[in-house]
């Protein structure tokens, strides 16, 4: 039981042989450099100019932490140049002070690879610069499911699918030497392309070199943990105990609370009313008595993860239908409504986006990162701006040849910079059946203008040429996401 969770991947086996369908590695295409057995690349050392560049410059648009920009650490989402998605966690500069132990904890954690967890790709180690960068997961975290749903709750067949999943994930970490986790809780997992849950890897190390092993309230923590100050195994499984309860109630019930109402059999209490008629007393029952065990005060009588994964393969329901069913998502496409643009898109109807680029103009690059400098005022400045005006003729008359070549020299000068200029290029790249080209010209007009939807949908036109339809209906989604703000504003 438990398996066939995805109609995409078998991914329930724990193995660390797994497969896992990332399309791109870390170093741009070296065979040599991929885990064997695992379609994903060796732990790799980053530079601070590839996260910057990533990241687009770490703007803000592309922070994914819990509490954004005020957090004490915080994780930006990112593409590498091979169009990888990645999160990146950029720590307090007071974090971790000196290089060794960060190297040490980041290469460590960076060994494992397993479908269950978000698996570590790498780190950057450079001046006061401490950062780790992870898998991207692009569908919300298992807090925004479980308690802030907005079409409909997480059923129990797709609740008891998490706690197996997390309970697998920590299995296989105790089984590398890795039973530490820090701060378990509902915002360490979150749902990958498919739907499936997965246990983030930045919980495998501590937030600081000395800092503190929870950041959640003083009622969600291991008792032995508030006498010593140290996590434990034990300490991990009851911080486990906790997510189930979350995952029983739908709310977040401190423990000593929970307890009481299953001391007094109060379980109707505890259950969430969303519930109702999927959840039998038998599996609520099991649930109940599972979760007690996890919080018993005395460590030494919780369970393990092994006996946490016997103990829940039994009350697995629907094995064999995929997560993003259970979710509610029908397919991918389905997952999310697109404009009449971002259905151009999709149709990769070319002739119809050039019609609204032109509609469109320049008026886009308002606000966009300009440079000028002295040249301005010369001849060189002129002739620039004149190769631009030619580009916009051409363009218009769909002479895409002649266009390429025409912002090309534009773009090549490097005293003005136009996200414009680059997304116009790379509509000719796609007419011209160049998309590779064209990909790389729409990242750039994202770099250099974050929340510009037209450069998102230009790359998932790119990215659909290329037969990368994953990363597409990603981009889709980005780009359809900051259209529907934009027109809101």
């Not at 999943?165 to 530490?180: H, P």
């Not at 007009?445 to 040429?465: E, H």
């Not at 990363?471 to 996401?481: N, P, T």
């Amino acid at each position: 039981m438990g398996c066939g969770f995805s109609k995409y991947t078998a991914c329930c086996t724990g193995s660390e042989q797994d497969g896992l369908a990332a399309e791109a590695q870390v170093d741009g295409g070296n065979e040599d450099n991929v885990v064997e057995g695992v379609d994903l690349p060796w732990f790799h050392e980053f530079t601070i100019d590839q996260l910057r560049k990533a990241t687009s410059g770490f703007a803000i648009e592309n922070i994914v932490s819990e509490h954004g920009e005020k957090a004490p650490n915080v994780v930006y989402k990112g593409r590498l140049d091979n169009q990888m998605r990645i999160a990146v966690k950029r720590f307090n500069r007071n974090a971790w002070p000196e290089a060794q132990p960060f190297l040490e904890e980041a290469r460590a954690v960076g060994q494992l690879r397993n479908q269950r967890l978000i698996n570590l790709l790498g780190c950057c180690c450079e001046g006061e610069e401490r950062l780790l960068v992870a898998e991207y997961m692009p569908n919300d975290t298992l807090t925004k499911h479980l308690f802030h749903w907005e079409t409909q709750p997480m059923r129990w067949a797709m609740r008891m699918r998490v706690a197996l999943c997390l309970a697998q994930a920590l299995e296989y970490c105790t089984s590398k030497g890795r039973a530490l986790y820090h701060d378990l809780n509902a915002y360490r997992v979150l749902y990958d392309d498919d739907y499936n849950p997965r246990l983030s890897c930045f919980g495998l190390m501590k937030n600081s070199r000395d800092g503190r092993s929870y950041s959640t309230n003083l009622a969600f923590t291991p008792p032995e943990y508030l006498r010593t100050g140290r996590v434990t195994p034990e300490s991990v499984t009851y911080s486990f105990g906790t997510l189930l309860l979350d995952l029983l109630s739908g709310k977040h019930i401190p423990p000593s609370h929970a307890l009481d109402l299953i001391r007094d059999k109060n379980l109707q209490m505890l259950s969430d009313s969303c519930l109702e008629g999927e959840l039998t007393n038998d599996d609520g029952t099991e649930l109940v008595r599972l979760a007690s065990r996890c919080l018993q005060s005395e460590p030494r009588e919780r369970p393990n993860p092994k006996s946490l994964v016997a103990a829940l393969i039994p009350l697995q329901k629907d094995s064999e239908v995929p997560s993003h069913v259970l979710m509610g998502i029908p397919d991918g496409t389905a997952a999310f409504p697109l404009s009449p643009l971002g259905e151009a898109c999709l149709r990769m109807d070319l002739t119809a986006l050039h019609e609204v680029m032109e509609k469109i103009g320049y008026k886009d690059d308002e606000g966009a990162a300009t440079e000028l400098s002295f040249q301005m005022w010369t001849n060189q400045m002129q002739e620039t701006l004149n190769s631009k005006k030619k580009g916009d003729a051409a363009f218009r008359h769909k002479d895409f040849k002649t266009a390429i070549d025409s912002y090309t020299m534009f773009i090549d000068v490097g005293t003005m910079v136009s996200p414009t200029v680059y997304v116009r290029r790379s509509l000719c790249y796609l007419m011209s059946n160049m998309p590779d080209e064209a990909l790389n010209d729409a990242m750039q007009a994202q770099v250099i203008s974050p929340v510009w939807y037209i450069a998102f949908y230009l790359q998932a036109v790119a990215l659909l040429a290329l037969g990368k339809e994953n990363d597409a209906q990603v981009a889709l989604k980005e780009g359809s996401s900051l259209e529907t703000k934009k027109n809101t504003n």
